[in-house]
């Protein structure tokens, strides 16, 4: 699920031109001291006893609408189990855009929040920042059993083997199914496509032009060309994925990327998919309407698709396909949403402490169980699945088993953990930019030239961002 209907792209490229800046500014203003508030050690439970008055952590997110609604509920219930303690304040600060640039400005201006929420792709921003105190080293301090994080969602925020950041939110992406016309075309939606291939062949005897009926729908977003790279066993960028080093360049220009855009122009051009441009509100209405009979979209989608489409067609959900073929061993989606960071710098050791018991009480099955129902994001703790409340829930929805089938099915690995970059969310907008120009050319001859200048294109924002880190 995306905090945002509509991804930024001027916002995009503003908060990663400026990251190189940022992040020199940041480097300067870190301490060298191991205390206090120059530390980015993880203070023990002892940091909490003597406090005369409540510590306040200030808590920035992006959620709204029902997500933040759910969001309230666990501070509301964390504050009141902590009342005379801790008193955790959220806040609004926009899209998740909005708020790695709001983050960047308050390192400078030495005033970032307690607590903040990131999305996904921020990672590596948020660690080069040396602002954090890595959620490992409050592991370790509290013996505290992360075992119950789902691997494939805590192997997203590792790095060198260790946790940096507590996964929050998360989604994945799934292939939804339009039964009703499944069925009138013969098709079985028990059946469903597996690759883009079979996508294709199945979406020529679902479309109906009389009808205005396409077979296949979805927003042009970059995150679906990563999650078919992944299925592919194959990396977005070099370096293990930016993993075992700082990447320098992205590899989405190569096979894997030019394949999907020759085969979503040919889809358009054909008439079996329609072009709802990168508007995300778009692409989900298109579907909502029932006039589309396959659609990418989030598992955060899954419970307002299903309700928006009663009384006039049904839903199934359908495993992400596979870029080719049934894809590589090692492959598999990666997990989008956000996690959870708390500030060293320039924070005191009872701050610190407040923020990861506050960690703690999001991350427990009880409460992830709460937020799942709430919101529709999956559990990242695997033992709410369990809790009564969402046993229920996955009953009404049963479409959501097929999200969890998805994730168990996966093994953690370089590529389905995802690009460590730092310029990311620039890498993003940029393969956007290559589809949609290729898509709306109509011309799929057209798609190696366009994803290579899209690629290329980030030649220097990787090496500026990569330049102001080593420094």
């Known amino acids: 699920m995306r905090s ?56 920035w997110h992006s959620m709204k609408g029902a997500n933040v609604a759910a969001l309230k509920q666990i501070v509301t219930k964390f504050n009141a189990a902590h009342k005379g303690k801790i008193v955790v304040k959220p806040v609004f600060v926009g899209e998740y855009d909005d708020a790695i640039a709001k983050y960047k ?118 995150w679906y060309l990563e999650q078919l790279m992944a299925t592919n066993g194959d990396q977005y960028c070099n370096d293990s994925n930016g993993r075992k080093g700082l990447a320098t360049k992205v590899n989405f220009a190569g096979p894997d990327g030019v394949k999907l855009a020759q085969w979503w122009t040919n889809m358009v051009k054909k008439g079996y998919a329609s072009n709802t441009g990168r508007t995300t509100d778009a692409a989900q209405q298109a579907f909502k309407s029932g006039t589309v009979a396959m659609e990418l979209e989030s598992t955060g989608e899954l419970r307002d698709f299903i309700n928006s489409a009663k009384g006039k067609f049904s839903v199934a959900a359908a495993p992400f396909p596979r870029l080719t073929g049934s894809g590589a061993p090692d492959g598999g989606t990666i997990i989008g949403g956000a996690s959870l960071w708390i500030d060293g710098i320039g924070h005191t050791d009872a701050q610190k402490r407040a923020s990861w018991e506050f960690v703690k009480f999001a991350s427990s099955p009880a409460i992830q169980a709460m937020w799942h129902t ?35 099915s996966a093994k ?31 011309d799929p001859s057209t798609a190696a030239a366009n994803m290579k200048a899209s690629a290329d294109s980030l030649s220097k924002p990787i090496t500026d961002y990569n330049r102001a880190v080593k420094k």
């Not at 499944?182 to 469903?192: E, Q, R, S, T, V």
């Not at 294709?200 to 970059?222: H, M, P, Q, W």
């Not at 009564?388 to 969890?404: G, I, M």
């Open 4 to 59: 945002g209907k509509i991804r930024r792209g001027l916002a995009a490229r503003a908060l990663v031109g400026a990251a190189a800046l940022a992040l020199t500014a940041t480097m300067a203003a870190c301490g060298s001291s191991d205390s206090g508030s120059n530390s980015t050690d993880a203070p023990g439970a002892d940091a909490l006893k003597n406090v005369k008055s409540p510590v306040t952590v200030e808590f």
């Open 412 to 442: 953690p690995s370089l590529a389905t953990s995802g690009c460590a970059l730092g310029v990311m969310p620039q890498a993003r907008q940029a393969a956007e930019e290559g589809l949609e120009k290729t898509i709306t050319s109509g």
């Open 374 to 408: 709430g919101t529709g994001y999956f559990p990242v703790n695997s033992k709410a699945l369990d809790e009564p409340t969402d046993k229920a829930w996955v009953k009404q929805y049963p479409q959501f088993s097929v999200a969890v089938q998805q994730l168990h």
């Open 105 to 222: 400005t308050a390192v400078q201006q030495k005033n970032t929040p307690e607590l903040i929420q990131v999305y996904d792709i921020g990672s590596r921003f948020m660690i080069d920042s040396k602002q954090t105190v890595p959620m490992y080293k409050f592991i370790a301090k509290d013996k505290w059993d992360a075992s119950a994080i789902e691997p494939n969602i805590a192997s997203y925020y590792q790095f060198d083997g260790k946790q940096w950041s507590m996964p929050f939110n998360s989604s994945m992406p799934l292939l939804y199914i339009n039964k009703d016309l499944f069925a009138k075309a013969g098709l079985d939606p028990n059946k469903p496509p597996k690759n883009l291939d079979e996508i294709e062949a199945d979406a020529k005897k679902l479309t109906n032009k009389k009808k205005n009926i396409v077979g296949f729908n979805a927003a042009i977003y970059g």
